[in-house]
């Protein structure tokens, strides 16, 4: 019975360190939030380069474009004016990089996409810029919707349940970040699951106390 009440106490305060909501994620859970710069056309935009934005080393393999404000179209889902920085995938030229220069539990951003060009794709990268932990298209997971609004779009990101991402990888459909969030902590806030577990382990403790007391 003691060892039974032990492994379910070690379950539940395994269980109690799991984010309750791991996987794709469309509000930002708190954490640090980095705003890309603007700037003029002409320097911030090319074919496959890198570049230092914002203090992020970031890699494209095409069209892209950075330290850049000087107005990016979504079509149905509107205009970012002038004004207003971005690193940006230039008509799916990408996809853009981002090495985040650590491990974190959370990534994401404020973004936007072109929904009649296709994907618009949010990959979370582990350490060795090679294995994919996550991948989702937001035009079918998560959808965009700001139709003809100006410097619209919405937070969408990757969380974890250990501190395991080391990039970011984005794309397609015209798809552009206005910032970048991220986070190395994971919520100890139990789920309800876990909250069974807790008093399951808390019941048997009991139980061994009183068959020892007994005894």
């Not at 690193?87 to 929904?115: C, E, K």
């Not at 996550?134 to 969380?159: C, K, W």
Request: charged content about 10%; aromatic content about 8%.
């Amino acid at each position: 019975m003691k060892y039974l009440s032990k492994m379910l106490l070690s379950a539940a305060l395994t269980l109690s360190l799991v984010p309750a909501h791991a996987g794709l994620i469309t509000s930002s859970p708190g954490g640090t939030t980095t705003t890309f710069p603007g700037g003029p056309f002409n320097p911030g935009c090319g074919g496959a380069s890198s570049a230092v934005v914002a203090g992020f080393s970031i890699t494209s393999g095409g069209n892209w474009c950075h330290d850049y404000s000087d107005g990016w179209g979504f079509l149905a889902n509107g205009f970012w004016g002038t004004g207003f920085g971005l690193v940006g995938d230039n008509n799916s030229g990408g996809p853009i990089t981002i090495n985040l220069g650590g491990l974190y539990s959370v990534v994401g951003g404020f973004m936007n996409y072109a929904p009649e060009l296709g994907t618009a794709v949010i990959t979370a990268l582990a350490a060795d810029g090679i294995t994919v932990l996550e991948s989702y298209d937001l035009v079918s997971a998560a959808p965009i919707s700001t139709p003809s609004s100006s410097n619209a779009g919405a937070f969408r990101g990757i969380q974890r349940g250990s501190a395991d991402i080391r990039y970011l990888r984005f794309g397609g459909s015209a798809m552009a970040m206005h910032d970048i969030t991220l986070d190395g902590g994971v919520s100890g806030v139990p789920e309800p699951s876990t909250l069974s577990m807790l008093g399951a382990a808390a019941l048997a403790t009991v139980l061994v106390r009183r068959r020892s007391a007994r005894g």
